[in-house]
């Protein structure tokens, strides 16, 4: 059972009356990773992640969850799963000690271990010195995420799921969700859905992407850039006219394009330049763009494609190749 999947998900459809939620789902996901799971507003990741949990039934297709199946077996499921809804619903008249008590009974923890089971949820989420005894309904939004995956945690599931965890925090606390799920990682298979797309990039091994129901791209942040975004990035710092930065590289037989320009001081800016052709192409560019009329660069660096450039090209691929069927998706 070593090579058995911590999730396994295969032709996951939901359908509400003629409405369709998914279609056709597929992926995979292994013991330890931290996957996240993207997708605009309606795209269909909330209806997967119920399913996986056993809150909603599918349609059709089928998924397991530590080599069981939802479907056949959803209140087994269940013990194997800590699942922190979006919003993170919380009492807000209980104690945070209280509520993980409550919770670990609802979750079947043995008597003799509830509590050393709270004690260490709350160690990891950081409430056992700061939040133990105060009253949810007091606390942070911060620390009110804090308590929603600490009560995902108690029962230690196999598989964490989180839904926009990070929804409505501030910079700092948007650190401190991202340490607490770096501590997780090799110890629980997570999957986390957010919309704040450079915390994906930097918490998650692998991101699984999905618009309209299905699933449109799969893979490491450096997979998807070579699928998605495989021509070469820069970025250059020039002082002049900017529109001639493409007619000179054109002139020498460089298929270049301006992405995006940033204006960073009187008249000079920062341009976004995609370059088309192969190979090691800094040496050229810096050769090509020195010594211009019309023009002086000032520095030119290589530049790697964020996640929400990496997105936007996925989902903007598969709109272009669903564009006739135009099917209604609901999250």
């Known amino acids: ?54 809150i909603m039934s599918a349609t059709s297709g089928s998924a397991w969850v530590g080599g069981i199946c939802v479907a056949q077996n959803p209140h087994e499921v269940k013990r194997k799963i800590g699942y922190m809804p979006e919003n993170n619903p919380l009492p807000d008249d209980m104690r945070v000690v209280e509520y993980l008590r409550f919770r670990s009974r609802l979750k079947e923890v043995p008597s003799h271990k509830l509590r050393s089971t709270v004690q260490e949820a709350m160690e990891i989420c950081d409430l056992a010195r700061t939040a133990r005894r105060k009253i949810i309904g007091t606390l942070s939004k911060g620390f009110r995420q804090r308590v929603g995956i600490a009560d995902a945690l108690l029962g230690d599931p196999e598989v964490i799921i989180m839904d926009e965890p990070t929804i409505g925090l501030d910079p700092h606390q948007i650190q401190g969700i991202r340490k607490l799920i770096d501590n997780l990682r090799g110890k629980h298979t997570v999957i986390l859905s957010s919309h704040i797309l450079p915390e994906i990039e930097r918490s998650c091994d692998r991101v699984i992407i999905i618009n309209r129901g299905r699933i449109v791209a799969a893979g490491t942040s450096t997979e998807l850039r070579d699928e998605f975004l495989p021509s070469n990035r820069f970025s250059l710092v020039i002082e002049g006219n900017e529109t001639a930065v493409a007619t000179c590289l054109a002139s020498r037989g460089i298929d270049a394009a301006i992405l995006e320009s940033t204006p960073i001081a009187e008249n000079r800016a920062e341009l976004n330049l995609r370059v088309e052709n192969e190979g090691d192409l800094g040496p050229k560019l810096i050769q090509f763009l020195s010594n211009q009329r019309e023009f002086t660069l000032h520095s030119l660096a290589p530049r790697e494609p964020n996640l929400e450039e990496i997105f936007l090209a996925a989902t903007k691929r598969s709109w272009e190749e669903t564009i006739e069927t135009k099917p209604k998706i609901s999250a």
């Open 1 to 54: 059972m070593e090579n058995t999947p911590s999730i396994r998900v295969k032709d996951l459809s939901r359908q509400y009356g003629a409405l369709t939620a998914i279609h056709k789902v597929n992926f995979t996901v292994n013991p330890g990773e931290v996957v996240g799971f993207l997708g605009p507003n309606g795209a269909g990741k909330s209806t997967t992640m119920r399913i996986l949990s056993g």
